[in-house]
């Protein structure tokens, strides 16, 4: 009996080891997945994405039914929304020709600027049961010109960046995920100023909701609803993806910078189809490599 | 091509528990309670009390597998759901020498492992660092709708699994020794 309960204990004891080795291994700053990893995730990846659609068919049926009742008034609206589109549309044109000319003026000839970006569509086939991770995977991997960082957007806005890429399919940790190692640099749009306001997301707050935004100048005072947008700078992201909107303002623990929480423009928990955002301006780790 | 079913199944186990919130409504998600979909360690537990003999550890090892394979998948850090699912089953395979396994019975195993790897994958990750909840907030919004969610799916899967693994179990284990 004696032996049996020295068999357990010893039992026991080499799992712990291995729990703190594996979480160890994990925790440390690594750049790529193992090749197991990435074998794994990809063959359920592929399963998710079978599972994945009837999954869904059933789960919308409720809520397309609960659409089609609005849809007339819905039609009626956007008809004449239509139209204001199309003078928008012109006027976007009028602009963008007035741009090119004055830049070949100015003989900034770079074609290449902060807010050009490439599009690729993706789908969100799973989400991760441990809600404390905010990721979902997506259905496009590295073979489709994925990689780490890339900004992952929807029609409303922004909801996080791709943390982990396998062959075929991908990780993305959602906006509310984000902490202090993993910041945006946005900025503000301030109506009565010419320049924009600038700042950094810096985390989630679970408690109100909203991401906090840490403004870098103290003495200014920002209205409700002014939209939140990335900066381009520092990073993999393009110029002006939407983020959010204000809520509010406060100084910060300290009083030493100010506070704000923002109200993000997506909605985190209904995402079914996504796109990833290619920079195509260079991004600076690489310059920094050839500099040196 | 009977012993290929049941590690079929568990991988069908985790690749469902990803679509498993679609299933919960939105009003449920606004509010912040999390409830984790334990279906892989539920359908283990019937493993370890309808399908393995007292000196059989095949749930033990599909814990360990699948358990590290949900850590792949879905989380960040290795190891956590491999070691808690390992030990939970280790601990409902001691108890199951003892009680007899009818409805209620499983029903209570699957409570109490559900209950301790819940609170286990907590202390771990608490010591990590990725969450941050105090006991009470924990107790709250994680581990009292998991338990409820996860007795709802329990009830669901009981009737279909239960005869077909002692089935299985009795075709693997009898021919074994004649």
């Not at chain 1, 910060?252 to 990833?276: C, E, N, Q, W």
């Amino acid at each position: 009996m004696l032996f049996f309960r020295k068999k357990r204990l010893f039992f026991i004891l080499i799992g712990f080891i291995l729990l703190v080795g594996l979480i160890g291994f994990s925790l440390s700053e690594r750049d790529d997945k193992t090749i197991v990893e990435e074998f794994i995730q990809d063959s359920v990846g592929w399963m998710q994405g079978i599972v994945h659609v009837p999954v869904e068919y059933t789960t919308t049926i409720a809520k397309n039914i609960k659409e089609i009742k609005n849809v007339y008034e819905e039609n009626q609206l956007l008809k004449t929304r239509l139209n204001q589109y199309n003078r928008l549309l012109e006027e976007v044109n009028d602009l963008r020709a007035d741009n090119e000319t004055l830049r070949s003026t100015l003989d900034k000839t770079e074609s290449e600027s902060l807010r050009d970006f490439n599009a690729i569509q993706a789908t969100v086939i799973a989400r991760s049961k441990e809600q404390w991770f905010k990721m979902v995977t997506i259905n496009k991997g590295e073979q489709d010109g994925l990689e780490k960082n890339m900004a992952v957007i929807t029609g409303e806005g922004m909801i996080g960046k791709i943390y982990t890429t396998s062959q075929f399919t991908s990780s993305v940790m959602l906006l509310n995920g984000f902490d202090q190692s993993n910041r945006i640099s946005v900025n503000v749009n301030v109506e009565d100023r010419e320049k924009d306001a600038s700042g950094f997301i810096i985390g989630y707050d679970e408690e109100s909701e909203s991401l906090l935004l840490e403004l870098d100048e103290y003495n200014i005072e920002l209205a409700k609803e002014e939209v939140v947008f990335s900066s381009g700078l520092g990073g993999v992201f393009p110029k002006g993806l939407e983020i959010g909107t204000i809520e509010e303002v406060k100084p910060d623990r300290y009083g030493l910078t100010k506070i704000a929480h923002v109200t993000p423009s997506a909605d985190f928990y209904d995402l079914s189809h996504v796109i990833v955002v290619e920079r195509l301006a260079e991004q600076p780790e690489e310059s920094v490599e050839e500099e040196e | 091509m009977q012993r290929f079913y049941l590690p079929l199944l568990l991988l069908l186990m985790v690749v469902f528990e990803g679509v498993a919130l679609d299933f919960v409504p939105q009003s449920l998600m606004a509010k912040e309670l999390l409830m984790i979909p334990h279906w892989l360690l539920l359908f283990l537990v019937m493993i370890t009390l309808f399908y393995d003999l007292e000196n059989t550890y095949y749930s033990l090892l599909y814990a360990i597998l699948f358990g590290l394979m949900i850590d792949i998948t879905y989380t960040d850090v290795l190891g956590v759901y491999m070691f808690v699912y390992a030990l939970v089953i280790y601990i409902i395979h001691g108890i199951r020498k003892v009680l007899h396994a009818n409805f209620f019975v499983a029903l209570l195993l699957s409570i109490i492992a559900i209950a301790l790897a819940d609170i286990g994958i907590y202390i771990i990750y608490f010591f990590i660092g990725i969450n941050e909840l105090l006991w009470n907030d924990y107790m709250m919004i994680r581990l009292i709708p998991t338990l409820i969610a996860n007795s709802v799916f329990f009830i669901l899967l009981y009737p279909i699994i239960k005869t077909r693994l002692l089935n299985w179990s009795q075709e693997r284990f009898d021919s074994k020794k004649m």
